[in-house]
């Protein structure tokens, strides 16, 4: 199962790479918007908190709000979308890629939740509403690989902090 942090590192990364490499127009890519990928990557695992503040005050939570449930599913990044296509509309372009950074990373959490094993147990409800069907790889369980996503982490911070440095000497500013 990805730890919190690397939906975080993974979102931001990509995210930085996109800004750095792609995005001709950086006013709407700001490191704000990056730090933002990192904050809407955990907003799928936001059922965690609230189940553990509903089962404080002994409240059930119903099926769809539990962990892999709604938030873990496509539909849950299109009501980011939409907004943005609104504001894209009304030429709100630095709003408008915040949603679309959301929709992003919402996606690539649960990318990363179905081919590694996060989320449901039984997997991603990719056609929710109109199918509760899940699906998973879980592709760690085949190779015997738990333990990777303890490594996953380390891996992608010492690979964005050598590109950095190369890209942005950042050793200067130590």
Same mark, same amino acid.
């Given at each position: ?22 995005? *001709?127009? *950086? ?28 089962? +404080? ?32 509309? *009304? ?77 942005? *000497?950042?050793?200067? +500013?130590?």
């Amino acid at each position: 199962m990805p730890l919190a942090v690397t939906h975080v590192l993974t979102s931001v990364v990509l995210i930085g790479l996109w800004r750095d490499y792609v995005v *001709k127009h *950086k006013k709407y890519f700001t490191l704000h918007t990056v730090f933002l990928a990192g904050f809407f990557a955990l907003l799928p695992d936001i059922d965690v908190p609230l189940r553990m503040i509903t089962e +404080f005050f002994g409240v059930g939570v119903p099926g769809l709000l539990q962990h892999g449930g709604i938030t873990h599913t496509p539909f849950f990044a299109v009501l980011f979308l939409i907004p943005a296509v609104i504001l894209w509309k *009304k030429k709100k372009k630095k709003q408008a890629t915040y949603f679309y950074v959301a929709v992003f990373a919402i996606i690539l959490h649960i990318l990363f939740d179905y081919i590694l094993g996060g989320g449901a147990y039984e997997g991603i409800m990719w056609l929710f509403p109109f199918s509760l069907q899940a699906w998973k790889l879980h592709i760690l369980n085949y190779f015997g690989a738990k333990d990777l996503p303890m490594a996953l982490d380390a891996i992608i911070l010492l690979g964005w902090l050598w590109h950095e440095e190369v890209k942005h *000497k950042i050793s200067d +500013f130590v």
